[in-house]
């Protein structure tokens, strides 16, 4: 089971970024995927999820407005697009796969996922 978070990378307040989570090794049809970060002194906090079948998604309210999860099975990859992005947004983000919820099941509950990857830093400076 292999999940990659890629796309980060320093970027200017009010930019924008599109990471991307490739998976393998397991049906991600069948997965809720969430997007996670953890800045410097802090605890990894939920930001987006998406279910497995794409029809429900939930954000942290930080980042609500502003960023835009979706998926695509056929790919196996999910994507954050992150838009008028904030120096409080800098942090390791990672993708994370939960396999106990199916159909329209999401929440970003760090103790339900399964499978986690390795993360990108995205850097936004003021």
């Known amino acids: 089971v292999q999940l990659q978070a890629s796309g980060g990378g320093l970027v200017q307040a009010g930019g924008s970024l599109r990471l991307s989570c490739s998976t393998s090794?397991?049906?991600?049809?069948?997965?809720?995927i969430g997007w996670f970060r953890q800045a410097p002194g802090k605890e990894r906090e939920g930001v987006s999820c998406?279910?497995?079948?794409?029809?429900?998604?939930h954000y942290a309210d930080s980042v609500k407005g502003r960023f835009s999860v979706s998926r695509d099975n056929v790919k196996n990859t999910v994507y954050l697009q992150m838009n008028s992005l904030k120096p409080e947004d800098t942090a390791v983000y990672y993708c994370?796969?939960?396999?106990?919820?199916?159909?329209?099941?999401?929440?970003?509950?760090?103790?339900?996922?399964?499978?986690w990857g390795q993360g990108t830093q995205v850097t936004v400076s003021s």
């Open positions: 998406i279910s497995s079948n794409g029809g429900n998604t």
């Open positions: 994370a796969a939960n396999g106990g919820g199916r159909g329209s099941y999401a929440a970003m509950k760090l103790e339900e996922y399964d499978f």
């Open positions: 090794g397991f049906t991600m049809d069948y997965y809720a």
